[in-house]
């Protein structure tokens, strides 16, 4: 599973521990995550993020 990156924050999101805080458990996959998540930290929507490393 890839981490992916919030290109207006930096905000990393790691598959490996989700967005408890959120609603993400650990372990999905950025592709699982519904739509309308937004970023935790600036609110921007999925579509700002982009692979990382």
């Known amino acids: 599973m890839h981490k992916w990156i919030c290109m207006a924050c930096d905000y990393i999101y790691d598959p490996e521990a989700g967005d ?3 609603g ?7 592709e699982d995550i519904p739509a309308d ?17």
């Not at 993400?24 to 950025?30: A, C, Q, R």
């Not at 998540?37 to 490393?53: A, Q, R, T």
């Open 20 to 22: 408890p805080d959120s």
């Open 24 to 30: 993400i458990p650990p372990g999905t996959p950025f």
């Open 37 to 53: 998540w937004i970023c935790p930290n600036c609110g921007v929507g999925k579509d700002l993020f982009e692979p990382y490393g």
